[in-house]
């Protein structure tokens, strides 16, 4: 609650300054209540939203790490405590499985004329969310060791285990390569990334049934363990904001970051300018002769919720179409890929436009998915470990989770 | 005391107990029992930034209207006690009827999610109740000899590890034993051996986890111990001392058979907090190697985009039958005590 006082007031501010601000919000009445997860680039979309704040509008804004788990329940409520939930490709599943989202074709037809085609989020034909940014895991290397060793920068999977294999025999680092592999989400989400990468299916087609423990399935799971024989033992414990310490303290040559992130590696905050200046910023890689880069989009995005007057709704949609407008995008251009029109795209942006360019796939936006990344991040630590086979943690995940499936009515 | 006295005096707690921890529970045993309802499924094609893909999205209205019906989902009984992620009955008699000898079994039950959370919570609980307390006891002893002016400080910094939250202790230590941490770059330099990585083998973790466990549930043992010190007869001591018994021989002797029903109630209280052993799992981030029921239930509800209830219930309940069993032999023996004395 501080947070978003802080926040409101920091609207309260702006607003003073930018007269011109209010004119273009044009809200004459309603209340907008924003939830959203807490990170910077999240913070400048809705720092620009507050600004709509006026006489007749109130803005009130929550931003926190925790925004998944209140979100059903504050948007269940009538009026819903949030009129707009800020959403990405996974966390949007919930919401629209309780149908708590509200349609914006018309809310798009009346006040979205910048908005790109690519940002409206259908489902069928309603448009259920606007997507404002895209993410992705990518390469980060280092450049001055690839020169040192006169090796071009690789591009697959396979490429990068011979340059470790080098690194290694040359003596430079013992453990050149490093993943998000924390047990629970973040390995669950190396699995999807490599998956997709393997051209694999995560449900059979039209039914919740799992379609995991098949060729691709295994394939997957080995190319995974073998990464891990390049990387430090603790693999199992590294988060992104691990790999990013362990980056910057100059102990990882290649590593698979998130795009988000890449101000914190390249900027001049980052604590090591030499890596920050050596650092390549390359697509997410493939695998096994695959054409598509082996990693997931993600978007981040707004819903309006559904239980809440027209009013509240048409404020809330015209001060997010505020807080993204082209304008805000051009004044922060290293805060995130934006998807926002006339967008000139800086390099820190490439390595997640190209992996988009290059083919590679959404992360599943299905009721299935949460159910099947938990069940990936509990039962794949076990193999990741070398205690049992592909094959029993793939079916360890299948039966994991179908149990959650039942539970949640999805199958039976 | 009549008894509508003693029952008006009671009544508010009983009340309050009743409300807060009785309806609770009863809550979530209801829940336990429940499943959420068959949702009707459509095929739609979902379009984003990265094009279109055909998906499975639930029927909304129609999903609604099943709810309308049952709010309280559907009646499953004991079902989920028995799935995969609980007791896994159908599991355990394949792995019992199929296996290759006692190691081979205890292998593929470990593979349970519940069997491997009990696992460690045991090992947890067996391990870290009794050492914490002996070391307590020591640090007792310890303070109740030094000399008076030394004793204030040495109690509040001994108390520390009980003060300092649990989540906020584990993650310094954590930082601490990261092989650039000051722990870890010592240990790969004492046992000159690079790869030595306290969070990477299993076993480590675990003794990880129990040397943490330890160091934090000691100072509970310690304050009640030093209160008991405090207490033990100084004639008897004295008296001990002429006959010509050591310091150990008092301690053994004296002491010790003093403090014992002091020493009940500290289990009874370690025992019940060790089994809820939760936050070093998440300062530690070793739920690849270790996981306790407290984490299953935490992984349920906040794990991902979806909260599990009726399986976060059903571990609940367990959880709570398992506190009870493993609290008999403790509350039996203090039954026979409260017996004995009327």
């Given at each position: 609650?501080?947070?978003?006082?802080?926040?409101?007031?920091?609207?309260?501010?702006?607003?003073?300054f930018?007269?011109?601000?209010?004119?273009?919000?044009?809200?004459?009445?309603?209340?907008?209540r924003?939830?959203?997860?807490?990170?910077?680039?999240i913070?400048?979309?809705?720092?620009?939203?507050?600004?709509?704040?006026?006489?007749?509008?109130?803005?009130?804004?929550?931003?926190?790490t925790?925004?998944?788990?209140?979100?059903?329940?504050?948007?269940?409520?009538?009026?819903?405590?949030?009129?707009?939930?800020?959403?990405?490709?996974?966390?949007?599943?919930?919401?629209l499985?309780?149908?708590?989202?509200?349609?914006?074709?018309?809310?798009?037809e009346?006040?979205g004329q910048?908005?790109?085609?690519?940002?409206?989020?259908?489902?069928?034909?309603?448009?259920?969310?606007?997507?404002?940014?895209?993410?992705a895991?990518?390469?980060?290397?280092?450049?001055?060791?690839?020169?040192d060793?006169?090796?071009e920068?690789?591009a697959?999977?396979?490429?990068?285990?011979?340059v470790?294999?080098?690194?290694?025999s040359?003596?430079?680092?013992?453990?050149?390569?490093?993943?998000?592999?924390?047990?629970?989400?973040?390995?669950?989400?190396?699995?999807?990334?490599?998956?997709?990468?393997?051209?694999?299916?995560?449900f059979?087609?039209?039914?919740?049934?799992?379609?995991?423990?098949?060729?691709?399935?295994?394939r997957?799971?080995e190319?995974?363990?073998?990464?891990?024989?390049?990387?430090?033992?603790?693999?199992?414990?590294?988060?992104?904001?691990?790999?990013?310490?362990?980056?910057?303290?100059?102990?990882?040559?290649?590593?698979?970051?998130?795009?988000?992130?890449?101000?914190?590696?390249?900027?001049?905050?980052?604590?090591?300018q030499?890596?920050?200046e050596a650092?390549i910023?390359?697509?997410?890689?493939?695998?096994?002769g695959?054409?598509?880069?082996?990693a997931?989009?993600?978007?981040?995005?707004?819903?309006?919720a559904?239980?809440?007057?027209?009013?509240?709704?048409?404020?809330?949609?015209?001060?997010?179409?505020?807080?993204?407008?082209?304008?805000?995008?051009?004044?922060?251009p290293?805060a995130?890929?934006?998807?926002?029109?006339?967008?000139?795209?800086?390099?820190?942006?490439?390595?997640?436009?190209?992996?988009?360019r290059?083919?590679?796939?959404?992360?599943?936006?299905?009721?299935?998915?949460?159910?099947?990344?938990?069940?990936?991040?509990?039962e794949?630590?076990?193999?990741?470990q070398?205690?049992?086979?592909?094959?029993?943690?793939?079916?360890d995940?299948?039966?994991s989770?179908?149990?959650?499936?039942?539970?949640a009515?999805?199958?039976? | 005391m009549?008894?509508?006295?003693?029952?008006a005096?009671?009544?508010p707690?009983?009340?309050?107990?009743?409300?807060?921890?009785?309806?609770?529970?009863?809550?979530?045993?209801?829940?336990?029992?429940?499943?959420?309802?068959?949702?009707?499924?459509?095929?739609?094609?979902?379009?984003?930034?990265?094009?279109?893909?055909?998906?499975?999205?639930?029927?909304?209205?129609?999903?609604?209207?099943?709810?309308?019906?049952?709010?309280?989902?559907q009646?499953?009984?004991?079902?989920?006690?028995?799935d995969?992620?609980?007791l896994?009955?159908?599991e355990?008699?394949?792995?019992f009827?199929?296996?290759?000898?006692?190691?081979?079994?205890?292998r593929?039950?470990?593979?349970?999610?519940?069997?491997k959370?009990?696992?460690?919570t045991?090992?947890?609980?067996?391990?870290?109740?009794?050492?914490?307390?002996?070391?307590?006891?020591?640090?007792?002893l310890?303070?109740?000899?030094?000399p008076?002016?030394?004793?204030?400080?040495?109690?509040?910094?001994?108390?520390?590890?009980?003060?300092?939250t649990?989540?906020?202790?584990?993650?310094?230590?954590?930082?601490?034993?990261?092989?650039?941490?000051?722990i870890?770059?010592?240990?790969q330099?004492?046992?000159?051996d690079?790869?030595?990585?306290?969070?990477?083998s299993?076993?480590?973790?675990?003794?990880?986890?129990?040397?943490?466990?330890?160091?934090?549930?000691?100072?509970?043992?310690f304050?009640v111990?030093?209160?008991?010190?405090q207490?033990?007869?100084?004639?008897t001591?004295?008296?001990?001392?002429?006959d010509?018994?050591?310091?150990?021989?008092?301690?053994?002797?004296?002491?010790?058979p003093?403090l014992?029903?002091?020493?009940?109630?500290?289990?009874?209280?370690?025992?019940?907090?060790?089994?809820?052993?939760?936050?070093p799992?998440?300062?530690f981030?070793?739920?690849?190697?270790?996981?306790?029921?407290s984490?299953?239930?935490?992984?349920?509800?906040?794990?991902?985009?979806?909260?599990?209830?009726?399986?976060?219930?059903?571990?609940?309940?367990?959880?709570?039958?398992?506190?009870?069993?493993?609290?008999?032999p403790?509350?039996?023996?203090?039954?026979?005590?409260?017996?004995?004395?009327?």
């Open positions: 609650m501080k947070k978003a006082t802080i926040t409101t007031l920091v609207g309260a501010t702006l607003t003073l930018a007269g011109s601000a209010i004119a273009e919000c044009n809200i004459s009445s309603g209340s907008v924003i939830l959203g997860n807490d990170f910077d680039s913070r400048t979309v809705t720092d620009q939203a507050s600004a709509c704040a006026s006489s007749g509008t109130t803005v009130r804004v929550n931003l926190t925790e925004h998944k788990n209140i979100q059903v329940p504050a948007l269940t409520i009538t009026p819903a405590e949030y009129t707009v939930a800020l959403i990405a490709n996974n966390s949007i599943s919930p919401l499985s309780a149908d708590l989202v509200r349609p914006l074709n018309d809310l798009v009346k006040y910048d908005l790109l085609p690519n940002q409206l989020i259908r489902t069928g034909d309603d448009i259920v969310a606007i997507a404002f940014m895209g993410n895991q990518h390469l980060f290397m280092r450049g001055d060791i690839l020169d060793l006169g090796v920068p690789p697959t999977y396979e490429e990068i285990i011979d470790a294999e080098m690194i290694r040359e003596g430079i680092m013992e453990y050149p390569l490093a993943a998000t592999y924390e047990a629970g989400w973040y390995l669950a989400a190396e699995f999807v990334n490599m998956h997709l990468g393997m051209g694999g299916q995560f059979e087609a039209g039914s919740a049934q799992p379609a995991l423990n098949n060729e691709a399935g295994v997957t799971l190319m995974m363990k073998t990464l891990t024989e390049y990387m430090s033992p603790e693999y199992l414990t590294v988060t992104a904001d691990e790999m990013k310490q362990m980056y910057l303290a100059g102990e990882v040559a290649i590593m698979n970051q998130w795009g988000s992130m890449v101000a914190g590696h390249l900027g001049e905050d980052s604590g090591n030499q890596i920050s650092t910023l390359a697509p997410a890689p493939t695998a096994h695959n054409n598509t880069p082996a997931a989009l993600w978007w981040d995005g707004f819903t309006i559904k239980n809440i007057s027209d009013e509240d709704a048409e404020a809330s949609f015209q001060a997010m179409m505020y807080g993204i407008r082209p304008d805000m995008a051009q004044q922060n290293n995130a890929t934006w998807l926002i029109k006339d967008f000139d795209a800086p390099d820190t942006a490439q390595g997640v436009l190209q992996t988009a290059l083919g590679a796939r959404g992360y599943p936006m299905s009721p299935f998915m949460g159910y099947m990344h938990a069940a990936l991040g509990t794949l630590s076990d193999f990741m070398g205690r049992e086979s592909a094959e029993q943690a793939l079916m995940v299948e039966a989770y179908l149990a959650s499936v039942r539970e009515g999805l199958a039976n | 009549t008894h509508k006295t003693f029952f005096f009671i009544f707690s009983l009340l309050a107990m009743i409300l807060f921890i009785a309806l609770p529970i009863g809550s979530i045993v209801v829940q336990s029992l429940h499943v959420e309802h068959p949702r009707v499924l459509v095929e739609v094609e979902n379009c984003g930034p990265f094009g279109c893909e055909r998906e499975t999205r639930v029927d909304t209205a129609a999903t609604q209207a099943l709810q309308e019906a049952q709010p309280m989902g009646f499953n009984g004991l079902g989920t006690y028995f995969r992620r609980h896994a009955t159908e355990v008699s394949r792995i009827s199929d296996n290759e000898g006692v190691a081979d079994i205890a593929q039950m470990y593979n349970l999610p519940f069997y959370a009990l696992s460690f045991l090992v947890y609980t067996f391990i870290v109740t009794p050492l914490g307390m002996a070391l307590g006891f020591s640090i007792a310890a303070v109740n000899s030094i008076r002016f030394l004793k204030g400080p040495i109690i509040f910094f001994s108390l520390l590890p009980m003060i300092v649990p989540l906020v202790g584990s993650l310094i230590l954590f930082w601490m034993i990261n092989t650039q941490g000051v870890g770059s010592n240990l330099l004492l046992f000159d690079p790869d030595l990585s306290l969070r990477a299993p076993l480590l973790t675990w003794v990880t986890l129990i040397v943490y466990g330890v160091w934090s549930m000691a100072p509970f043992s304050v111990f030093y209160a008991g010190l207490t033990v007869p100084s004639d001591l004295e008296s001990a001392k002429i010509g018994a050591s310091r150990w021989e008092r301690i053994r002797y004296v002491v010790i003093h014992i029903p002091l020493a009940t109630f500290v289990a009874l209280v370690q025992l019940m907090d060790n089994f809820r052993v939760f936050e799992i998440v300062g981030s070793a739920e690849a190697n270790a996981t306790s029921l984490w299953n239930i935490f992984n349920d509800l906040r794990g991902q985009v979806d909260q599990q209830y009726s399986s976060a219930a059903a571990t609940s309940v367990l959880t709570v039958f398992g506190v009870v069993v493993l609290l008999m403790v509350l039996v023996r203090l039954w026979r005590d409260f017996n004995r004395k009327a």
